[in-house]
């Protein structure tokens, strides 16, 4: 599976921004999606995955009720839908793909990464 990420951008605080990931390969279907992020002098995080077999989402706490994720089947794609952004959302976004993602999934575990895309937010 080969991911290409876009739609990041300069916002700010409180505007939205809308995240998609466009993949390759007949498997698609079959892959647990997700967003991580990565900000400055931190580690990559969870921020919200949805299945491949039932579309069940799981999102960090902190983006509960904010961003919405979503998958198309049919075109391969997934985004990620961001609200009420804040300053301390900035980060580097990267879209994830494996066979079981969750809250707890490291960034170590993951199979396939697309490349980063920036979100910044400002105060």
């Known amino acids: 599976v080969q991911l290409q990420a876009s739609g990041g951008g300069l916002v700010q605080a409180g505007g939205s921004l809308r995240l998609s990931c466009a993949a390759s390969?007949?498997?698609?279907?079959?892959?647990?999606m997700a967003w991580f992020r990565q900000a400055p002098g931190k580690e990559r995080e969870f921020v919200a995955t949805?299945?491949?077999?039932?579309?069940?989402?799981s999102y960090k706490d902190s983006v509960k009720g904010r961003f919405a994720i979503s998958r198309d089947n049919a075109k391969n794609t997934v985004t990620l839908q961001m609200n009420s952004l804040k300053p301390e959302d900035t980060a580097v976004y990267y879209c994830?793909?494996?066979?079981?993602?969750?809250?707890?999934?490291?960034?170590?575990?993951?199979?396939?990464w697309g490349q980063g895309t920036l979100v910044t937010v400002s105060s």
């Open positions: 994830a793909a494996d066979r079981l993602i969750g809250p707890l999934t490291t960034h170590a575990s993951i199979q396939y």
């Open positions: 390969g007949r498997t698609f279907s079959r892959y647990d």
């Open positions: 949805v299945g491949w077999s039932d579309g069940v989402t």
